[in-house]
């Protein structure tokens, strides 16, 4: 990993912390390299509870067998991928069993 690929991954996480704190995670954060029970654990943000977040910025496409392994590597709540390639707005994915058990179905609300 060259220094500008991992300036650009660091830069990547400090926004993704920001847009949390911004829609509700107050105290959400990039940890730094050094440490290592939080890397142990693969995630990228603390204090995103449920979701345990996964960053990754690529020059371009994300494959499908990089997308399942990141969301292999988290080892703290729902695993919560946030992906971005250049000129592209960041997209998120989960397992669909994760998605389903914290939205609420329009079949679950009374009028």
Known sequence: MTINSR??????????ATVFREVG??????????QTEEADLGVDLD??????????AYKKYFSMDKVYAALKKVKRGKPLLITKTN????LCTMYLRDFLSIVDTPGDSTP
Do not use: D, M, Y
């Open 47 to 56: 204090n995103t509870e449920p979701f345990g977040v996964q960053c990754k």
């Open 87 to 90: 000129l592209k707005e960041p």
């Open 25 to 34: 995670w107050p105290k959400a954060k990039r940890h730094l390299e050094f």
């Open 7 to 16: 300036q650009k991954g660091n830069s990547f996480e400090r926004n993704i």
